[in-house]
């Protein structure tokens, strides 16, 4: 079968290069075509674009880039209609795979597959008319959304398990590098503790937040090493510039495209929300989430009175309580990042109790091997069809 897959940044390039590789073990004359990254291309296939052509965020920047996003839907659209795949596989990115959903399913007879639920749950639940409509399969990797759309909704979803607990154990069989070789490796001290700075996968995330989580660990310098996990999407131009905008006196180091090393031996992580957020949890590094907005007590109000869920991180929304701080809006600042820190530090008063909980978030996403679950029910819907 022919399968067409559309990701729109560097965690939805890995989740969909693993589908592809259960899609393959299941169906041996698996086409691929996509919209993707290097992941993605290196299970094979063809790759029409990468995701970095395609991801912009925040208000200002999409609007600057409208013509740009508008050509890129019209090209997909097109090479859709022309390459006839048997599914178009959506994942996550609602901003472009929902315009996505609404033509294919409105000029073609291609069934539509989500997998990785747009977050509506947070924001823009209204959006639930269109999936109704467009979508012909959601599967979801997170427990809690089951009730959302099934309950609230009166939509069927298939919970397949998440995806990253097995990405993640998947890397700790494999990986046997100690902390002494991945810093002479890495040009990183060996006497130094690591704390991980996780500043996002995008630019405007790593724009906002680096500065101020750098600031945040001056007062630790002198004891530990800061290492910044270099986003795969992201150039060393554009890296540069920032740390020009950093303190000059703090000394970062940067790995690239090795965050699950990284936080192998790191002892305690900044991160941006996320899928970071669970992958930190994952592998029992301590966290304290940071996120910068605009308009901060505009935000705020608007999470309080407005938006549907009580948090942003993924490690406290699937254990529906506060694990991790969340330090957003106008709880963004530098003070907070490090009182924060502070705490979860060797030795510090919320180390031990983060911990702790993270045992309840294993807990509740089980076990399961989410892109095996959803290929076996993939190919099996897509028989059915035919």
């Not at 965020?57 to 609007?63: A, E, I, S």
């Not at 996003?69 to 472009?96: E, H, T």
């Not at 607990?165 to 001290?189: P, T």
Request: proline share 5%; with cysteine; net charge neutral.
């Amino acid at each position: 079968m022919r399968y067409y897959l559309i990701v729109g940044e560097a965690s939805g390039d890995l989740h969909a290069s693993r589908l592809m590789q259960a899609l393959a073990s299941k169906d041996p004359a698996a086409e691929f075509r996509f919209f993707g990254g290097d992941l993605m291309s290196a299970v094979g296939g063809t790759r029409v674009k990468h995701y970095s052509e395609l991801a912009y965020m925040g208000f200002v920047p999409v609007l600057l880039h409208l013509p740009t996003i508008l050509r890129n839907m019209s090209s997909c659209k097109k090479d859709i209609v022309a390459w006839q795949p048997d599914v178009v596989i959506l994942v996550d990115y609602p901003g472009f795979n929902l315009d996505i959903a609404k033509y294919v399913h409105a000029h073609t007879d291609i069934p539509v597959y989500y997998y990785i639920s747009p977050k509506i749950w947070a924001w823009k639940e209204w959006r639930i008319k269109s999936i109704k409509r467009d979508v012909d399969e959601m599967f979801s990797i997170l427990p809690f959304e089951v009730s959302f759309y099934e309950r609230k909704h009166q939509y069927p979803i298939h919970y397949v398990g998440n995806p990253t607990v097995e990405e993640v154990q998947h890397f700790k069989n494999g990986y046997h590098e100690s902390a002494s070789d991945f810093c002479l490796r890495n040009g990183l001290s060996i006497d130094k503790p690591i704390i991980a700075l996780l500043a996002g996968s995008r630019k405007q995330e790593i724009k906002d937040n680096l500065p101020a989580m750098i600031e945040a660990c001056r007062p630790f310098v002198d004891r530990y090493q800061l290492v910044l996990a270099g986003a795969p999407a992201i150039s060393d131009e554009y890296y540069s510039q920032i740390m020009c905008r950093c303190a000059t006196d703090i000394p970062v180091r940067r790995v690239d495209n090795e965050t699950y090393a990284l936080l192998s031996h790191a002892v305690a992580a900044l991160v941006t929300s996320g899928t970071a957020t669970l992958e930190t949890a994952l592998f029992d590094v301590p966290q304290v989430v940071c996120y910068k907005t605009p308009v901060p007590h505009l935000i705020r109000f608007a999470f309080n009175h407005v938006i549907q869920c009580r948090y942003i991180s993924l490690v406290n929304l699937i254990a529906d309580r506060e694990i991790v701080p969340e330090l957003f809006a106008d709880r963004f600042s530098v003070a907070q990042i490090r009182r924060e820190l502070t705490a979860i530090l060797p030795n510090g008063t919320a180390r031990e109790s983060m911990l702790a909980d993270y045992r309840e978030v294993h807990r509740r996403l089980g076990d399961d091997i989410a892109p095996d679950n959803a290929a076996a029910l993939m190919t099996r819907l897509l028989d059915n069809v035919k």
